[in-house]
């Protein structure tokens, strides 16, 4: 399967600085880049929809001025939480779209764990 | 809004054991059903299914799609302590919406 990596891998940042995520699709390309997050013993919430080459598509309810997307290249998208603040600690998990014989299966990086002292 | 929904939310088995997962769902535009499989990190890809593909099998794991009825069931079958994981069903029209995952613990 195609594989996603994400950087860093857990981050400790203190309230009011910001963090950058990065995440790569390594053996692919992907026009479209997926940014979730999740609280312990809870699912996926996707955040925004990352496009190569244009701006993301937040869902509702995410702040785009405190998470700001950037799909620079068809293999980076990065994702910056800004003046983090402790109830921002969280997994962030990205994923990278891949088409399947006129399907897409999508495939995850192994997440980013964030905590805001 | 897309809705879909897993259960049971969580169970306990002894190795060698069958394990049957189920999820249902509601999607305006349904285009594909995938499988993944959480252990401590970020989701793994497991299988995708469509209406062309309704049914998969790798290994001890194998997973249906019934379109008419709208569910999938997802099988693990002899299980083994590294099947312990928590296993999420997603559906897709443009993007993927998640269940609330099954917790499965497999007991030695």
């Known amino acids: 399967g195609a594989v996603v990596s994400q950087h860093p891998s857990w981050v400790i940042c203190k309230s009011g600085t910001s963090v950058k995520i990065e995440c790569r699709s390594l053996?692919?390309?992907?026009?479209?880049m997926f940014w979730y997050r999740q609280f312990p013993k809870q699912s996926l919430m996707l955040m925004a929809t990352?496009?190569?080459?244009?701006?993301?598509?937040?869902e509702q309810g995410v702040e785009k001025d405190k998470f700001l997307i950037n799909h620079a290249s068809l293999t980076l998208s990065t994702l910056t939480v800004t003046s983090a603040h402790p109830e921002d600690s969280s997994f962030y998990i990205c994923?990278?779209?891949?088409?399947?014989?006129?399907?897409?299966?999508?495939?995850f990086g192994p997440g980013t764990r964030l905590t805001v002292t | 809004e897309d809705k879909v929904v897993q259960s049971p939310l969580s169970l306990v088995v002894h190795e060698g054991d069958t394990v049957t997962l189920n999820c249902s769902y509601e999607?305006?535009?349904?285009?594909?059903l995938l499988w993944y499989k959480q252990e401590k990190k970020a989701p793994t890809f497991l299988f995708m299914l469509?209406?062309?593909?309704i049914e998969k099998k790798s290994g001890r794991l194998s997973s249906i799609l019934d379109k008419k009825e709208l569910f999938s069931i997802l099988n693990i079958t002899a299980t083994q302590t590294g099947d312990s994981a928590i296993y999420l069903c997603?559906?897709?029209?443009?993007?993927?919406?998640f269940g609330a995952g099954t917790t499965v613990t497999v007991r030695a």
């Open positions: 994923s990278a779209r891949v088409a399947a014989g006129g399907y897409y299966e999508q495939y």
């Open positions: 053996d692919f390309q992907a026009t479209t």
């Open positions: 990352s496009n190569e080459g244009s701006k993301a598509t937040y």
């Open positions: 999607v305006t535009n349904f285009r594909s």
């Open positions: 469509t209406s062309s593909g």
């Open positions: 997603a559906v897709s029209d443009y993007k993927l919406s």
